[in-house]
């Protein structure tokens, strides 16, 4: 593991080429929701264009609301922000609805973002609910659910004709086996920045493979400016506004996992007051996404795996991060040459950080009495369940359809059985605890 970096020992050049660690591992999460989303609702080019400048620009504002904070508003953790996965299946029925459309989705984000921020303090108490084999069962599904996202990279990403070309394969594992060599023998500044050097030499190759086109970045201006409400004014339909609030509920718990996993790498206990925060950051970057046309917000789980590799733990970091994704989202040029980076070779860092993210997990887990082996089936159980539609994406296309934000969820679902189970199976011995600690305050 390479060397901690602090606050107080993070030199200036150092803290630019770490932030742009962070903006490069989760660029391509950022921009393929707006391609999915515009793709589905057959948006001109132009227009998805604009929903993927609009969106870097949102992140960008998302992560310094969350890292850096004012009041009762952020976390202050070192986390990246970006446009929910979550979202994407809701969002593309209202849009598709003849009775919503598109500006339906916009409005019904405006009210769940305020939806949130208003309930953040009443679901921050749940923070009770999540102990070490919660949080830990949580971590662990949040790593190994996403291993097969950066399989998929790995191969060539999504959609491509040659989808498991040699060639994919070779470069990510030369990007894997990269940030190997340079995480463990290279010591300091240079070792913290292994994922940046691994994704340098996997641009190279692909450059000398021919992979790589910056053809049409001419075409692309240096300067483009996001308004607010783009596409219109937005409008306020009921359903799609019960649908994106109950959306926003699920967001929660699963940044509720992403939160504890990187308090766990920070070293920071996350408490309800810190939950709540950070809470209100995720509803007020949906509300403003909303109001710039773009999507709900929520932390990045490939950047949590960032953390775990560097053991950088200066939110400055993230928060630098995040003034560059403005700049992107205000210089496309720029933002274009960055989307030149291939799949593969994003794939081979994210197989990394995702095991990085896994093994975080475990660690978590390591608290756990095992001795009750209540435990072991809580684990086995919510893992076994939360890993279901990862492996078997169809397994639960049967049921009725208001169900899926939860079923279609490896997080959320992982969370629900964890802590159903764990109040079932653990109650005794949670009034036990209970009771001990209030005899400590009686004390």
């Known amino acids: 593991m390479t060397n901690t970096i602090t606050a107080n020992n993070l030199k200036p050049s150092s803290m630019i080429f770490l932030s742009i660690q962070h903006v490069l591992v989760m660029y391509a999460g950022a921009v393929s929701i707006p391609l999915i989303v515009g793709g589905a609702l057959g948006l001109s080019t132009a227009e998805i264009a604009f929903l993927i400048t609009a969106d870097l620009f949102v992140c960008g504002i998302a992560t310094l609301i969350q890292t850096i904070g004012f009041k009762n508003v952020g976390i202050r953790f070192p986390i990246m922000m970006g446009v929910t996965f979550?979202?994407?299946?809701?969002?593309?029925?209202?849009?598709?609805?003849?009775?919503?459309?598109?500006?339906?989705?916009?409005?019904a984000i405006i009210i769940a973002g305020i939806f949130g921020f208003l309930i953040s303090p009443f679901i921050g108490k749940l923070i009770?609910?999540?102990?070490?084999?919660?949080?830990?069962?949580?971590?662990?599904?949040?790593?190994?659910?996403?291993?097969?996202?950066?399989?998929?990279?790995?191969?060539?990403?999504?959609?491509?004709?040659?989808?498991?070309n040699p060639l994919y394969l070779s470069i990510a594992a030369c990007v894997l086996l990269s940030i190997i060599i340079i995480s463990r023998y290279v010591k300091g500044f240079l070792g913290n920045i292994s994922v940046l050097i691994g994704m340098g030499i996997g641009y190279i190759i692909a450059a000398f493979s021919g992979l790589i086109s910056l053809d049409k970045i001419d075409e692309s201006p240096w300067l483009g400016w996001v308004m607010p409400f783009h596409f219109g004014i937005p409008e306020f339909n009921f359903w799609?506004?019960?649908?994106?609030?109950v959306v926003m509920l699920v967001i929660f718990i699963e940044t509720?996992?992403?939160?504890?996993?990187?308090?766990?790498?920070?070293?920071?206990?996350?408490?309800?007051?810190?939950?709540?925060?950070?809470?209100?950051a995720d509803s007020l970057g949906t509300?403003?996404?909303?109001?710039?046309?773009?999507?709900?917000?929520?932390?990045y789980a490939q950047n949590?795996?960032?953390?775990?590799?560097?053991?950088?733990?200066?939110?400055s970091v993230c928060a630098l991060a995040g003034?560059?994704?403005?700049?992107?989202?205000?210089?496309?040029?720029?933002?274009?040459?960055?989307?030149?980076?291939?799949?593969c070779v994003l794939g081979g860092a994210a197989l990394f950080m995702f095991g990085m993210v896994t093994s975080n997990g475990i660690k978590v887990l390591q608290r756990v009495d095992f001795q009750n082996v209540n435990?072991?089936?809580?684990?086995?159980?919510?893992?076994?369940?939360?890993?279901?539609?990862?492996?078997?994406?169809?397994?639960?296309?049967?049921?009725?359809?208001?169900?899926?934000?939860?079923?279609?969820?490896?997080?959320?679902?992982?969370?629900?059985?964890?802590?159903?189970?764990?109040?079932?199976?653990?109650?005794?011995?949670?009034?036990?605890?209970?009771?001990?600690?209030?005899?400590?305050k009686d004390a």
Not at 291 to 297: D, G, S, V, W
Not at 323 to 343: D, Q
Request: hydrophobic share 50%; charged share 10%.
């Open 86 to 107: 979550t979202a994407v299946g809701p969002m593309i029925a209202i849009g598709t609805n003849p009775d919503m459309g598109l500006l339906s989705v916009f409005g």
């Open 128 to 164: 009770r609910f999540f102990p070490p084999v919660v949080t830990g069962t949580q971590i662990l599904v949040i790593g190994l659910s996403l291993i097969g996202i950066a399989g998929t990279w790995s191969a060539g990403g999504y959609g491509v004709k040659d989808f498991g």
């Open 240 to 245: 799609a506004v019960l649908t994106m609030c």
């Open 256 to 280: 509720a996992g992403m939160f504890m996993a990187v308090g766990e790498i920070v070293e920071e206990e996350v408490d309800q007051e810190k939950l709540t925060r950070g809470f209100r």
């Open 287 to 299: 509300m403003i996404g909303g109001i710039f046309n773009i999507f709900p917000y929520t932390s």
């Open 304 to 315: 949590i795996g960032l953390l775990a590799i560097t053991g950088v733990k200066n939110r």
């Open 323 to 343: 003034v560059f994704l403005i700049l992107l989202g205000l210089f496309p040029k720029i933002a274009y040459f960055v989307a030149s980076i291939p799949s």
């Open 375 to 440: 435990n072991l089936y809580i684990i086995a159980v919510s893992a076994g369940i939360g890993m279901l539609p990862v492996f078997s994406p169809t397994i639960f296309s049967q049921l009725p359809s208001y169900l899926s934000p939860l079923l279609n969820s490896p997080i959320l679902l992982t969370a629900f059985c964890a802590v159903i189970l764990n109040a079932v199976l653990n109650r005794k011995q949670r009034i036990l605890d209970e009771q001990y600690l209030q005899k400590l």
